[in-house]
């Protein structure tokens, strides 16, 4: 097997999972460290990846893969199970610290995938996801940490998600709330004919406390299309965890990394939400020096205090 990025999760409200709330849904906790993931190789080895690349001999990712192979029951299960991937989240200091001490460097599982065998119309390997059922006691089988369900439901409402969103403390300090919840429907596909889970992020993490938050307003020769992208995804959850992954890759921050800051954040806004843009905007024409240009003055407009 080689690496295969995990899918990325869409927000609730994306037409992408319209539908994905009828039928029995998992809904799990959403805890905030660096995607990672672990699988056995073709020369028979544990290999780990980040949620971009896979961590060959002499690249890491805030130590997950030394931590790994300190670990020999993730080989025991590969081997046990040579076509499953797991995926998870390696919890290191990111953007919330809030989470119990013990919580920390720790490996938690929220998803397993088997190799089908088959292939794809571009000859990529096809891989499926295994309910919950399936997979959480060979897990535990191998003490292998994993997210259980904060509930399991049929046909949830918003407002039942919301109930959960804030009644989840799993892994925090008495007195803190987690930063949201994935849910996720094992039956779904989705108009588009994608397997994709939805996620809900507590308001308290996408928005400041007390006022509403900033806009870039219409500049003089800038089309509203951009201007609406803008502030529409431009968030300040986005910039502070794309600023978090940076200072985990750097060993901290310093003001030499704005750059960098910008360019990731625009890179993030096209990768991850130019096909929701498409849907929401019904096929724009987008001047994209437009956009860029007005995702820099975003993020100073809700970042202040690193321009100083």
Not at 39 to 46: N, Q
Not at 71 to 87: M, V
Not at 97 to 109: L, N, P
Not at 239 to 252: C, F, Q, R, S, Y
Request: with cysteine; charged share 30%; net charge neutral.
């Amino acid at each position: 097997m080689e690496f295969k990025r995990y899918q990325h999760v869409e927000r609730i409200q994306s037409s992408s999972i319209e539908g994905l709330l009828k039928g029995k849904c998992y809904i799990t906790p959403k805890i905030d460290g660096t995607n990672s993931s672990i699988w056995l190789g073709e020369d028979g080895e544990v290999h780990c990846g980040s949620r971009k690349r896979d961590l060959t001999n002499g690249e890491d990712n805030a130590g997950f893969r030394e931590w790994v192979n300190k670990h020999p029951n993730f080989k025991e299960y590969l081997i046990a199970h040579p076509t499953h991937r797991l995926y998870g989240e390696w919890l290191v200091p990111h953007t919330i610290k809030q989470y119990v001490d013990s919580a920390w460097r720790q490996f938690y599982v929220f998803d397993v995938t088997k190799d089908t065998g088959e292939k794809d119309s571009n000859g990529e390997p096809i891989e499926k996801y295994l309910p919950y059922e399936d997979y959480f006691w060979r897990l535990e089988a191998h003490n292998i940490l994993y997210l259980k369900p904060l509930a399991i439901i049929e046909n949830p409402t918003i407002e039942e998600l919301k109930e959960l969103m804030e009644k989840n403390t799993f892994l925090m300090k008495e007195g803190e709330v987690g930063e949201g919840i994935v849910i996720k429907n094992y039956n779904f596909v989705n108009k588009y004919g994608r397997i994709v889970w939805g996620k809900m992020v507590r308001a308290e993490f996408t928005k400041k406390k007390g006022g509403k938050p900033k806009v870039i307003k219409d500049k003089e020769g800038y089309g509203e299309t951009e201007t609406s992208i803008v502030n529409t995804y431009i968030t300040e959850a986005l910039i502070d965890k794309e600023k978090a992954k940076i200072e985990l890759e750097k060993g901290g921050w310093e003001s030499k990394y704005i750059g960098q800051l910008l360019g990731t954040v625009y890179h993030c806004l096209i990768e991850e939400e130019m096909w929701n843009i498409v849907k929401k905007y019904k096929n724009p024409t987008i001047n994209f020096k437009q956009l860029q240009v007005l995702t820099t003055e975003k993020i100073k407009e809700l970042k202040e205090d690193l321009f100083c």
